[in-house]
């Protein structure tokens, strides 16, 4: 069975600095993946996508996430942190033959210090 | 263009009264997702329309939950005799279908309806 799991519920770094969200998740085919953003009183919003073709995927506002079959992880980085980054990032996955069906991890709350 | 929109935005009821929750989707999205967002956690999927199909129903916790969509457009979400556990923020999602796979089209979210029961 899928299953997501999002290693912190809240990473704190300083602007400038980079950023590392991590996530792990579970799947028995090949998984797309995905990763999402919610800011504060604002809709989700797709930050990119994995779908079997290049493991490295870039997303918006710079962010890329990294594609590691032997260690069934999707981490989410940046290397410079900015103050609009702060909101809460979901790690989401889908196996190949789920479809429509998104797995949602339990969210990564990302504060940013001035 | 617009996007998917949801009403209302909050709604504060007490237990055992009934509420509908509306998603209009984006224009010409033949999919359309709920999903719940208790405090706190990640998306639990309730339930999937696509098109004429028969909608996937498999995510609703039980059955005083039920949604129906118009064609492909509005579609509406409803709890029966609710309960304070049914409080949450309820999302809803379009996306385009224009493949086989729907997970590989991109869902484009509304702001949610935090539905709050006393």
């Known amino acids: 069975a899928q299953s997501v799991t999002q290693l912190d519920s809240h990473v704190s770094v300083s602007e400038g600095t980079p950023v590392l969200l991590r996530c792990n998740y579970s799947?028995?085919?090949?998984?797309?993946l995905f990763w999402y953003v919610q800011h504060p009183n604002k809709g989700l919003q797709l930050l990119l996508k994995?779908?079997?073709?290049a493991t490295l995927v870039k997303g918006i506002n710079g962010f890329e996430a990294e594609f590691k079959k032997s260690e069934t992880s999707f981490h989410l980085t940046k290397p410079s942190a900015h103050m609009s980054d702060a909101a809460e990032y979901f790690c989401?996955?889908?196996?190949?033959?789920?479809?429509?069906?998104?797995?949602w991890g339990a969210g990564t709350k990302l504060i940013i210090k001035p | 263009g617009a996007g998917v929109s949801q009403s209302p935005s909050n709604k504060v009821t007490e237990k055992g009264k009934d509420v509908e929750l509306r998603c209009d989707p984006i224009?010409?999205?033949?999919?359309l997702y709920w999903y719940r967002q208790r405090l706190g956690q990640g998306l639990e999927f309730l339930i999937y329309?696509?098109?004429?199909?028969?909608?996937?129903k498999s995510g609703l916790p039980s059955d005083r939950f039920s949604a129906e969509r118009t064609g492909e457009s509005v579609s509406t979400l409803t709890i029966q005799r609710t309960q304070q556990e049914d409080s949450a923020v309820y999302l809803c999602?379009?996306?385009?279908?224009?493949?086989?796979?729907?997970?590989?089209?991109?869902?484009?979210f509304g702001p949610g309806t935090r539905l709050t029961v006393l």
């Open positions: 999602a379009s996306s385009l279908v224009t493949s086989g796979r729907a997970s590989y089209n991109e869902q484009f």
């Open positions: 224009s010409g999205h033949t999919a």
């Open positions: 329309f696509q098109g004429n199909s028969a909608p996937d």
């Open positions: 799947s028995s085919y090949s998984p797309s």
């Open positions: 994995y779908t079997s073709a």
């Open positions: 989401v996955v889908s196996d190949m033959d789920s479809n429509y069906q998104l797995i």
